[in-house]
């Protein structure tokens, strides 16, 4: 079973540019889920999607971050503008369902610096 | 949403057993307990997951007493490769249920 794939694998940017995260989840899973991952802390949850709606964006910064997971398939990231404070690692995840009893399957991330 | 508390650093050697105990002292009757590994540089990784009493597979056992206040995740044997930090987490069995992560124990494991 191929596993959830994320690109790029890393990125640099400037503050106040933009930046993109693509995700591709796990065959048949309904959930996808974004996470942001400062170093040395647990990731954070963003955003989780069902299927194509958003089940979970509460702690999701939408002034300037944005996601859409079109056809309830593949899902991208977006920030803009950048801070410097969004330099993390964005974690993408899936599982079959949004129930707690079913894992999440990680991908390796971006790592995301801002200069 | 429970939450948890877990020691932030624990040592051991290869071939020791690793026992790290995860306290979840408003757990909810819905609530079930999961555990997650963590290498560098990757994404973490399911290990384990329990509601009561004893569950054992092929990397690990988690132990939950009655009370379910607390767990343990076991690794038997661990070698250098089981160096990684390791989350405990709990969430609602219903329902789209938000699990969330602390900072989890960093596990370091020497020759």
Redesign the interface.
Known sequence: EAG?AQSPRYKIIEKRQSVAFWCNPISGHA?LYW?QQIL??????LI?F?NNGV??DSQLPKDRFSAERLKGVDSTLKIQPAKLEDSAVY?C?SSLS????Q???????T?LSIL | LAKTTQPISMDSYEGQEVNITCSHNNIATN??I?WYQQFP??????II?GYKTKVTNEVASLFIPADRKSSTLSLPRVSLSDTAVY?C?V??????????????TMLLVSP
């Not at chain 1, 949004?98 to 009893?101: E, K």
Request: zero cysteines; hydrophobic letters at 20%; glycine letters at 20%.
């Open positions: 959830v959930t996470y040395g802390q647990g990731p954070k949850l989780q069902q089940v979970d974690l995840a949004g129930s707690s009893n894992p999440q399957h990680f991908g390796d991330g790592r | 609530d079930y999961t540089s990757q994404g973490p990784r399911f997951q989350y987490l969430g609602d069995i219903g329902g789209y249920s938000t699990l969330t992560f602390g900072k989890g």
